[in-house]
């Protein structure tokens, strides 16, 4: 067997995550750590306030990470220093609010040299492209919306429409979305919440009725099309997805309409380096893209389709690296 020098992965993960980092399975980033270090590449962690700037370098305070009795832990001594450069490839995977602190994140990495360090998805791309806003990209495959911060505007939208969703632009999990409809008697107050005084612009967008069956969740790598989906299902007393609990997810089936839509919309994404993608779509519509931190649900596949996904998805997301890296990822020894 020939042996390659290991790579070195820098993952960027949320706070969060690094708090509950251990048997967390319930999040992406998980899985891809451990598959990597089961195929003995070096992986190391940070968070977004670990990431610097020093002598016009950018840097990170990280923790190596590993794996103990199947499961993933990181070395909790005091972190080391590295040139983000030093890291083969990086994940930039923290979750939205996209606020300053997130911005200021992503511009760390105006200061890495994206020729020697492969990433994904690229936080300069990342910063330019609004998960909600650019739907707009695509409009044969977004559902009639506007953006806007003007209430009277928002009104007439829903009045036109009957039944609308407004949602902020910088969130995630359905945080701060509301369902409004022509006989909403709260309709000002909730205009004037989600826009922040008429000073915030929301996306405004006609209501599917499909909505009521939940949201296929489509996974993109590279310009990969999964065939496994999953279908998010509205909440108790909600309507739309917003707890994560098995009960809350079923099995879908990509359409060929769907497939071909994602394929294009993959093909255009690429193309500013972002490579790791969820679509949510909903009646043959996309109502979200998702670039910051998308969630394959790899432990809901797994459990719906009798499978290990992260298994398909590691082979797709190496194919990808060869691709970028020119060179071909072999067993490490």
């Given at each position: 067997m020939n042996c390659e020098l290991k790579q070195t992965i820098l993952f960027v993960i949320d706070d969060l995550e690094l708090k509950y980092f251990e048997f967390n399975d319930l999040v992406t980033n998980f899985w891809l750590i451990k598959e990597f270090l089961d195929r003995n590449y070096e992986v190391f962690i940070t968070v977004k306030s670990g990431l610097m700037v020093e002598d016009n370098i950018a840097k990170a305070n990280c923790y190596e990470a590993y794996t103990e009795n199947g499961d993933i832990f990181y070395k909790k001594d005091t972190p080391k220093k590295y040139l983000v450069e030093d890291f083969d490839i990086v994940f930039f995977r923290p979750d939205p609010p996209v606020d300053i602190d997130y911005i200021n994140a992503c511009n760390v990495f105006d200061f890495v040299n994206h020729e020697k360090t492969l990433l994904i998805n690229n936080p300069v791309a990342v910063k330019n492209f609004n998960e909600k806003l650019h739907l707009n990209y695509f409009p044969e495959y977004a559902p009639e919306n506007i953006v806007t911060a003007n209430s009277d505007e928002i009104k007439q939208f829903v009045h036109k429409h009957k039944k609308a969703i407004i949602k902020p632009l910088n969130r995630c999990f359905g945080s701060g979305v509301y369902y409004v409809d022509t006989h909403e008697r709260n309709i000002n107050t909730i205009i004037k919440?989600?826009?922040?005084?008429?000073?915030?612009?929301?996306?405004?967008?006609?209501?599917?009725?499909?909505?009521?069956?939940?949201?296929?969740?489509?996974?993109?790598?590279?310009?990969?099309v999964f065939d496994e989906c999953i279908r998010k299902l509205p909440g108790k007393d909600d309507f739309k997805f917003s707890i994560h609990s098995d009960k809350y997810f079923e099995t879908a089936v990509l359409s060929e309409e769907e497939k071909k839509m994602a394929q294009n919309v993959a093909k255009r994404l690429n193309a500013v380096d972002l490579y790791m993608v969820g679509l949510d779509v909903i009646d043959g519509k996309i109502i979200e893209v998702n670039v910051t931190s998308p969630c394959y649900f790899i432990r809901e596949i797994n459990a719906h389709n009798n499978e290990k996904f992260q298994n398909i998805l590691m082979e797709k997301l190496i194919d990808l690296i060869e691709l970028k890296q020119g060179k071909t990822l072999t067993t490490l020894c």
């Open positions: 919440n989600v826009t922040n005084d008429g000073k915030t612009m929301v996306m405004v967008q006609k209501y599917l009725e499909g909505a009521a069956g939940g949201d296929k969740r489509i996974l993109i790598v590279g310009e990969h």
